[in-house]
């Protein structure tokens, strides 16, 4: 068969025109020859970009906050370093506003009814701490509970921290401020000759190994108190409002996850060694060992049920708890800690150098301490004694209202949050809770930026329930604060006896410095807060 070999396609022919299908194919494969990859990531950058900013724009909805954000990280760099002033002009701008980084949408809620609504609302929030705080304290922790859950679990603690059972913990308390007391003589006059150095860090030693005597006793050796404190810090460090979502190796969320590790494990062979001592008929000494004993004896009371023996109803546990593994015990206690630690140190930081900078209150405390006590200054500390210290009682809340260790709670909106009539924080959001501005409200504390403990004892400031947040409100409020407060006044009655005291005053010597919680800005002679030169009151 013959082959025709001129015939040749009109497609190929120059004169014939091209059909619409192959003239837009020739289009877009000149298109995609034009695109390398920098393009293509230059394209997906701009588009993902641009869904950001929509996303952070629909979230914000009618509230006050930036009108666009920084792709992706939005003020992230400013969260590595915040300024108290920035956090006040946020709350000033209105009672509820925004911000967005990261993955992250945060809301604020700034005024008094705003933020008690968020801590009354658990039907649409629960506490999250910070991101990071799921992976130091462990996902499975109890104070990640939620609902009747978290209730139960809580009721099981209640009864280490009756009044009873704080006063089981003064003694080792005294014993630490004693031998902490002695170790301010000599930094000061032996190692420093009598001139000023930053004290924060000696304060928060001082508050770790008080919060471990009294958590655990003397489990845990001083070798471990020290280590424990020291290594808090990277803890501290890592707690950022926000950080990256996950952990990078040798940023401060790694060397806090190690440091929490390390806690944890201390702890755990704490309780294996209180539970050795309650089973063998020891005494309550801590919170650990008053905690092992509920489980052994609800552990008998169920023994006994279980084979039917009769129990009388005087023998039933105020409380059933089952018996928790020593690393749940552990966790339980670092909630402790980690609630604690870094609030008291804030607290005593701040403390110190109010009473140094107010003799004439100083004394009235010193007066006070030594009356209750018929002029001996080394009659030991009761409840009884400290209930009857309304002035020392009165510096101490005062000193809470005016420097408030925690100026926010983070929690996070289990499901849309409807926070007003007219806007609705998203579900996954984290809606934060502010309770600076609750404390400085000129309406209930007049002049609140002078520190008066006359407010609480001849004023109206102890009728203004609604505003005292220092310590949270509603289904999470924190277990610990009759202790954080006597604790308090046990420490600075006893100093007040025993030490005199001088700051070394800088012109920033009352600005904030905020560090998890917040502390005196660091002065001009050091890294560290709070310049003191302690020496012996005769």
Known sequence: MAVNGSFASPVADADYPAPLDSALGGYLGQLYGGLNGYSLIIATFLILAAYDQFQYIWNKGSIVGPTWKMPFIGPFLSSVNPKMDEYKAK???????CVSVFHKFVVIASSRDMARKVFNSPTFVKPCVVDVAHKLLRPDNWVFLDGKEHVDYRKGLNGLFTRQA??????GQEEVYEKYFAKFLDISQKENNG??????PVFRELMCAVSCRTFVGHYMSEAAVKKVANDYYNITAALELVNFPFIIPFTRTWYGKKAA?????????????????????????CIMDGWVKSMLDSEKYRQKVDNNIPVDESEKPKSLVRFFSDLEIAMTVFTFLFASQDATSSASTWLFQLMADRPEILDRVREENLAVRNGDKHQSFSMNLLDNMPYTRAVVKETLRYRPPVIMVPYVAKTSFPVTDSYTAPKGSMVVPSVWPALHDPEVYPEPDVFDPERWTSGSAEKAVKNWLVFGTGPHYCLGQTYAQLNLMAMIGKASMHLDWKHHI?????????????FPMASCIGQDDCPLVFSRRE
């Open 506 to 518: 800088t012109p920033r010597s009352e600005d904030i410095k905020v560090f998890a919680t917040i």
């Open 261 to 285: 590790d390390m806690v944890l494990n201390e702890f755990s062979i704490c309780a294996a060694k209180s539970k050795a001592r309650m089973k063998a008929g020891g005494d309550i000494t």
């Open 91 to 97: 709350w000033a701008s209105g009672e509820l506003s």
């Open 195 to 200: 001139k000023p150095i930053p004290f924060m």
């Open 166 to 171: 704080l006063e089981t913990y003064l003694p």
